[in-house]
């Protein structure tokens, strides 16, 4: 017969043996950037996507907050100081980071958002390649050095001057957010005169007169790659996996509405951003084959590969595949 002490210890040792039940978190941060890419984001915050999975899950009611940021750098430091849950990053973002918080947070890839091409414009007309640059010319971009924009400028330098020159247009870029950047593009007058953006700013600036291509991120990288990656820590994914699933899947839905129904995702893309993009450019753009709202991850190996050659990424992976994308996410 067991002693009333007997029977303490041994409920002390079940409770201690037991699992830990943690609470998963009833708020959940999310940001993007500016532009068409992150059409499914608008989407998602304006049908409520999120929460409606969030409840389906059995998790009550949680509060989805909803962030924009100028670009991918600005995002790495709220994902690592903890004010962020999910971010847009370029490849080059999300590998930096990937770098610098393996063995303690741990970001990966938790899903794709798009594959698209961008598109370096201009407005001196003597500008016809990379090599007609002068010191006397910006070129604006969301974040000088760090930004997918900014790569793709070092990856053309390295292809035309070579490995060792691929800083040699650096000094050239200037940090602006998309919306501004488009705005001293047609308003002319100041120093920008050239422009590193994404859809649709790209076209409806290439709809102006005046301003033309220089080079695409089709021409430069050769292939279909990833315009942004969704980020998350392994910290946020292990303690809370109901919520991170349902977030997997309200983006999924998001994605699949904008595939299906290409009119109301515009109608709610325009809503929402407040973009003065006309409709009908806008359905164009969306037409385009080379525009795709995908949660597959797409080619990140052409950023990592080039960044490791020219030492701006330290301690390369070996496989992105296995090693930057969380294993649920969806690979090519």
Not at 26 to 48: H, N, S, V
Not at 247 to 275: C, H, P
Request: aromatic letters at 8%; glycine letters at 6%; a neutral charge.
């Amino acid at each position: 017969m067991i002693s009333t002490f007997g029977r303490l210890a041994l409920l002390l040792a079940l409770l201690l043996a037991a699992p830990r039940a943690y609470a998963e978190a009833k708020t959940i941060r999310i940001a993007k950037q500016y532009g068409l890419g992150y059409i499914q984001f608008m989407i998602m915050e304006d049908q409520r996507i999120v929460e409606k999975h969030a409840k389906s899950a059995g998790l009550g009611d949680v509060e989805v907050t909803w962030g924009t940021f100028r670009s991918s750098d600005v995002m790495n430091d709220a994902l690592i100081s903890a004010n962020l849950d999910f971010a847009c990053l370029g490849p080059p973002g999300l590998a930096t980071i990937w770098s610098r918080t393996r063995g303690n947070i741990d970001v990966r890839a938790a899903a794709g958002l798009n594959a698209l091409p961008l598109i370096l414009t201009t407005r001196e007309p003597s500008i016809k390649s990379i090599r007609d640059f002068k010191e006397s010319h910006k070129i604006a971009v969301p974040a000088a050095k760090v930004s997918i924009q900014a790569i793709l400028i070092q990856m053309a330098a390295a292809r035309e001057w070579g490995d060792a020159q691929f800083q040699k247009l650096d000094s050239l870029t200037m940090s602006l957010a998309h919306p501004d950047a488009t705005a001293m593009m047609l308003g002319g007058g100041t120093e920008v005169i050239a422009n590193f953006s994404s859809a649709p700013f790209q076209y409806r600036q290439l709809k102006h007169p005046g301003i033309h291509k220089v080079v695409s991120s089709d021409e430069i990288t050769g292939g279909a790659y990833s315009f942004n990656v969704i980020a998350s820590t392994g910290k946020f994914r292990n303690e809370n996996p109901k919520l991170y699933n349902a977030f997997l899947s309200a983006l999924q839905e998001a994605t699949d509405f904008v595939n299906k129904d290409k009119d109301a995702a515009a109608d709610i893309y325009l809503r929402v951003s407040g973009d003065k993009t006309p409709k009908a450019e806008l359905l164009e753009i969306m037409a385009q084959p080379e525009i795709k709202f995908t949660t597959e991850v797409v080619n990140l190996g052409i950023f990592t590969d080039f960044m490791a050659k020219v030492g701006t990424l330290k301690n390369p992976p070996k496989d992105w595949k296995t090693e930057m994308v969380f294993p649920e996410a969806k690979v090519r």
